[in-house]
T-cell receptor, first 113, second 114 residues
């Protein structure tokens, strides 16, 4: 199925560093979502963005809905070891009466203590 | 509140056997989704239901796969006969109908077909 272009694919960072990842698409979405998946678990919703240009924070996480509605980024400030996991972006748009979701390819984050 | 509950968490079986995965969505959610996750293909939508009715099953890979939702609190995904290439993590997710409500995922079933 279709997937969003998410970058980087993986990151090794030192504890305390800031992290930035982004998603781009050739399609317009009306909602952008960011999920985190830890080993053996399902994706957990971190942030939902509903309006172009919207900037939303959740603790050390900040995400923005791109003005063009074709992209979004996620920043994590002052990373800690428990930030380790795979981060997925997801775009939602109306399709056949429901919100069709397209997932990014994921960014694998590893934090070195 | 209870999240999406999937069972079993792990399933190992021999090829040719029937496999049944189960899901209990979040109470009150109108939509239920089945996904498959592999390293090669990422998260793939297999099928989704609205008010217990299958709406789009275009992601179901083959006729060996079938899904049912007999009531608002239970769904099954069945593979018969199973093949080694069906090995993956299968997720169930649910969401509310209104607006742009996001999907909430279960912890998945890790399926290994030998």
């Amino acid at each position: 199925g279709q997937q969003l272009n998410q970058s980087p694919q993986s990151m090794f960072i030192q504890e305390g560093e800031d992290v930035s990842m982004n998603c781009t698409s050739s399609s317009i979405f009306n909602t952008w979502l960011w999920y985190k998946q830890e080993p053996g678990e399902g994706p957990v919703l971190l942030i939902a963005l509903y309006k172009a240009g919207e900037l939303t924070s959740n603790g050390r996480l900040t995400a923005q809905f791109g003005i063009t509605r074709k992209d979004s980024f996620l920043n994590i400030s002052a990373s800690i070891p428990s930030d380790v996991g795979i981060y997925f972006c997801a775009g939602q748009r109306n399709s056949g009466g429901y919100q069709k979701v397209t997932f990014g390819t994921g960014t694998k984050l590893q934090v070195i203590p | 509140d209870a999240g999406v509950i999937q069972s079993p968490r792990h399933e190992v079986t021999e090829m040719g056997q029937e496999v049944t995965l189960r899901c209990k969505p979040i109470s009150g959610h109108d939509y239920l989704f089945w996904y498959r996750q592999t390293m090669m293909r990422g998260l793939e939508l297999l099928i989704y239901f609205n008010n217990n009715v299958p709406i789009d099953d275009s992601g179901m890979p083959e006729d060996r796969f079938s899904a049912k939702m007999p009531n608002a609190s239970f769904s099954t995904l069945k593979i018969q006969p199973s093949e080694p290439r069906d090995s993956a993590v299968y997720f169930c997710a649910s969401s509310l109908f209104s607006g742009n409500q996001p999907q909430h995922f279960g912890d998945g079933t890790r399926l290994s077909i030998l």
